[in-house]
Structure formats: structure tokens, C-alpha cells
């Protein structure tokens, strides 16, 4: 089995090879390894949902949706690999190698954590928005609202703020998710 490598960055070679976090959720961000615990209520059930109700109307000859303990590799130089909570890909432009995603997804969610703070949402978000991600949801729980984010001249600027009415994925328009089903009962 790997060993962990020395303290400071890794990588990518050097993260190809060690072992998987048993406990919890990884990312690298400028080859820093971030250790992340696993998340609490009600984020996995706001996930299910997402995932329930946009496997139902996409179609998976077209489209590859990923949630929860996947890869989403940003670049390899300096290593920095991302765990959206949920993301979905244009099968036809989806790059898969060496077990991680390297392609842009055209929509990725994230549910926000109380723990999170502003400046590690806005470096995700300057993640996504590095490799041409078109959209992303901010789903916060706490306020009960999400927040769009659409690329436009390279940068991801938010569209709207939703505490109701229903979310339609540009990319997918025949996608419809009532903001109000997201949260848990």
C-alpha cells in the first residue's frame, strides 16, 4: 500500500498512487491535500433528491450524471481535484483518465455546509469556472434559496437567487426541479 507523501504538495503522480480516504471526502487544491468529514444532515438527502429527480428526466444515452465521490480533476499542474456534489456531463465531451473526470461538467451543484467559509466557495467556483464550466447551483440549505451562476466573458456571475418556482439547467431545458421538493421534510 502507498505511503502518504511528505508534508506539503503532492503530485499528481504522487496522489495516483496513494491509498483512497476511507473516512470522509478528499480534494486538492494546488496540491494541498484537504481532508473533509463526511457531510452531515440534511446535504446527503438535498443531494438524493437532486440526483432522484434529474436522473428521471435526463437522458443517460446523452448525458452522465455524477454525485458524491468522484473526481473532478482542474489540473494536474499544480494538482487540484474538486468533489462536486453533483455534476452533469455531456457524455460526447466527457474525458475520463486514470479513474478521474478531466472535462468540463455543464452543471455543477454544490450544497453548501455551515463550515464553508466565502473564500472556499469562491475558490471553488474560480475552479469551475478555469475549465469552462457553464453553470453552477449554490443550493443553500440555511437560507432555503440557490443560487445560479452562468459563465459569461470566462467568469461565472450569478443569474438569479431561487427561494421558489423551479430550476431549469440551461444546457438541459426539458429539466425541471420545483425548488420547494429539494428540501427535506
Not at 438535498?46 to 444515452?61: E, K
Request: net charge negative; aromatic share 6%.
Amino acid at each position: 500500500m502507498a505511503s502518504l507523501p511528505k508534508i506539503g504538495t503532492v503530485t499528481y503522480q504522487e496522489w495516483l498512487k496513494m491509498p483512497i480516504v476511507q473516512d470522509g471526502r478528499e480534494e486538492v487544491v494546488d496540491g494541498e491535500i484537504r481532508i473533509m468529514p463526511p457531510n452531515k444532515m440534511p446535504h446527503p438527502r438535498i443531494v438524493r433528491t437532486l440526483a432522484t429527480a434529474f436522473l428521471r428526466q435526463l437522458d443517460p444515452a446523452a448525458t452522465e450524471l455524477l454525485f458524491s465521490d468522484f473526481g473532478l480533476v482542474i489540473r494536474t499542474e499544480p494538482l487540484t481535484c474538486r468533489e462536486p456534489d453533483l455534476a452533469v456531463f455531456d457524455r460526447s465531451e466527457m474525458v475520463e483518465r486514470d479513474g478521474y473526470i478531466h472535462s468540463a461538467p455543464q452543471l455543477v451543484v454544490e450544497v453548501l455546509s455551515p463550515s464553508e467559509s466565502r473564500k472556499e466557495i469562491g475558490e471553488k467556483l474560480r475552479d469551475y469556472e478555469s475549465i469552462g464550466t457553464p453553470e453552477v447551483w449554490l443550493v443553500s440549505p440555511e437560507a432555503g434559496t440557490v443560487e445560479v451562476l452562468m459563465l459569461a466573458d470566462g467568469r461565472l456571475a450569478r443569474a438569479a437567487i431561487l427561494a421558489e418556482g423551479a430550476l431549469r439547467p440551461r444546457r438541459f431545458p426539458h429539466v425541471e426541479i420545483p425548488i420547494a421538493a429539494i428540501w427535506p421534510d
